[in-house]
Nanobody
Framework: QIHLVESGGGLVQPGGSLRLSCAAP???????????MAWYRQAPGKERELVAN???????NYADSVMGRFTISRDNSNKRVYLQMNSLKSEDTAVYYC?????????WGQGTQVTVSS
């Protein structure tokens, strides 16, 4: 298990942008690069769903609902992963969670609220 800390959520109008950040401050570089990093989200009354993930050395993957609008990236040297969210819609409103996965190991951040509303 690794410790993950998210930041960057907030209230934004439809069509706006937000950038989420996730840090793994207690993890060393050689460990961080072994994890597939991901962002999930959970809207009220719905199950948690995968938004995007990014293995250390392969291409990122995206949910169809965010393809072309969201971009996941990682900075291994600083042990961070980001989610750039553009053209936000009301249906993007949810708590967003950072996730680190390696084999059967899954670690979660505390979540950050994103609200898209006019």
């Amino acid at each position: 298990q690794i410790h993950l800390v998210e930041s960057g959520g907030g209230l934004v109008q439809p069509g706006g942008s937000l950038r989420l950040s996730c840090a793994a401050p207690r993890t060393i570089f050689s460990e961080f690069i072994t994890y597939t990093m991901a962002w999930y989200r959970q809207a009220p009354g719905k199950e948690r769903e995968l938004v995007a993930n990014i293995p250390s050395v392969r291409n990122a993957n995206y949910a169809d609902s965010v393809m072309g609008r969201f971009t996941i990236s990682r900075d291994n040297s600083n042990k961070r992963v980001y989610l750039q969210m553009n053209s936000l819609k009301s249906e993007d409103t949810a708590v967003y969670y950072c996730n680190a996965q390696r084999g059967s190991e899954n670690s979660w951040g505390q979540g950050t609220q994103v609200t898209v509303s006019s």
